[in-house]
């Protein structure tokens, strides 16, 4: 392999565009899930503006792109995944039929070890290093909303008819329902993050917004819009005020959810479950193949979902020290969130804690 790496600034216009047509062409290739916006060449120059150490592998063969790495890394040689904690969907964006060693690969980045938490399928080279797998629920729109919501009617009647009830009550309630798929205003990004942070601190989580770099990152990435990649903020209105809202980033066929929330004060509506059968809808006129909910066990990600893609965390090393001690520290941690979070009789006990935590944070406020 010819190989060479890049800061995110140094990368030529030719290759980004040779990076989004094989992520143009991943659905018709066989290879859908390279067509995520977290492996766009967008998010990896965004994330390079808000974060050290970004940078870009192209691969050549007989002096053409066949794939491109983007990666983290610190000066000791430990790679991360681009964003990784924010990010989605991580691997390499290669061209069909292309094979890669991967420690080759780290060798030619100065990469001791890689880690990733939600590696894609398709990546045999990477998967070998995967520790766990976990169920990444979708939504599929490719045959139209109308189609999409017949399987949800089938699959989960009771939750259908009851959130289309509730979004007609809350046209009724409030005078009007209006849904933004694609909402330009910057003021209700701002809204829509100051709800989030509320939520995570009411059920004990940290407060991802309280990172600068990922607030900034998100807002960089609001206005960002190239061919064919978007960030996508959409908002449910009633009685002309925010109710419910979503960011996130879409590719020609693929919408990736990010962060969703809602005014609590309209919670008896369900205004963020009506708000995602708005998306859905919206993303299907659009041409979206499929919203990808991501990674995590959430009660209206099951009602939501058609299916379930896979993703996998783990680490990729060489022989070196660095990566020993990477590993031993980085193992027991991912190992024991791991076993909380795939048994419920352990998980639903440390859920109620945090949440707990998170009144009692709130009460002290």
Same mark, same amino acid.
């Given at each position: 392999m010819d190989i060479s790496v890049y800061r995110p600034g140094e990368l030529s216009a030719a290759d980004r565009a040779a990076w989004t047509s094989m992520q143009s062409k991943a659905h018709l290739q066989g290879s859908p899930e390279l067509a995520n916006p977290f492996l766009s060449p967008e998010f990896a120059l965004a994330v390079g503006r808000c974060r050290r150490g970004v940078?870009?592998?192209?691969?050549?063969?007989d002096g053409e792109p066949a794939a491109f790495f983007p990666f983290q890394r610190t000066a000791t040689g430990v790679g991360r995944a681009v964003g990784l904690g924010v990010s989605d969907a991580q691997g390499l964006v290669h061209r069909p039929g292309f094979t890669w060693d991967a420690r080759e690969l780290l060798r030619a980045c100065g990469l001791a070890v890689w880690e990733f938490d939600h590696l894609v399928q398709g990546q045999e080279p990477f998967a070998a290093g995967a520790r766990a797998s976990f169920p990444s629920p979708v939504m599929d729109v490719d045959q139209g909303y109308d189609a999409y919501l017949r399987h949800l009617r089938s699959r989960a009647p009771k939750f259908t008819r009851t959130t289309l009830a509730k979004e007609r009550r809350l046209g009724r309630d409030a005078g009007g329902v209006r849904y933004v798929h694609d909402e330009r205003d910057p003021a209700v990004l701002r809204t829509l993050m100051g709800w989030k942070s509320a939520q995570y601190r009411r059920t004990g989580r940290s407060d991802r917004?309280?990172?600068?770099?990922?607030?900034? =990152?998100?807002?960089?990435?609001?206005? @960002?819009?190239?061919?064919?990649?978007?960030?996508?903020?959409?908002?449910?209105?009633?009685?002309?005020?925010?109710?419910?809202?979503?960011?996130?980033?879409?590719?020609?066929?693929?919408?990736?959810?990010?962060?969703?929330?809602?005014?609590?004060?309209?919670?008896?509506?369900?205004?963020?479950?009506?708000?995602?059968?708005?998306?859905?809808?919206?993303?299907?006129?659009d041409g979206i193949a499929y919203l990808d909910l991501g990674r995590g066990q959430k009660e209206?990600?099951?009602?939501?979902? @058609?299916?379930?893609?896979?993703?996998?965390?783990?680490?990729? @090393?060489?022989?070196?020290?660095?990566?020993?001690?990477?590993?031993?520290?980085?193992?027991?941690?991912?190992? =024991?969130?791991? @076993?909380?979070?795939?048994?419920?009789?352990?998980f639903a006990p440390a859920d109620r804690m945090l949440k707990n935590i998170g009144r009692l944070r709130s009460y002290n406020q």
């Open positions: 940078r870009i592998a192209v691969v050549q063969e917004f309280a990172h600068d770099w990922i607030s900034h =990152l998100v807002q960089r990435l609001f206005h @960002t819009r190239s061919e064919p990649f978007a960030g996508i903020l959409s908002v449910l209105y009633a009685d002309e005020r925010p109710v419910a809202a979503h960011f996130g980033l879409r590719t020609e066929r693929v919408l990736a959810c990010w962060f969703p929330a809602y005014d609590p004060a309209w919670a008896k509506y369900s205004p963020g479950l009506v708000l995602h059968l708005r998306m859905a809808e919206a993303a299907a006129a209206y990600k099951d009602s939501l979902k @058609t299916r379930e893609i896979t993703v996998s965390e783990g680490w990729v @090393t060489r022989r070196h020290p660095v990566a020993i001690g990477h590993r031993a520290r980085r193992a027991p941690v991912r190992a =024991l969130r791991n @076993t909380v979070q795939s048994r419920p009789e352990l």
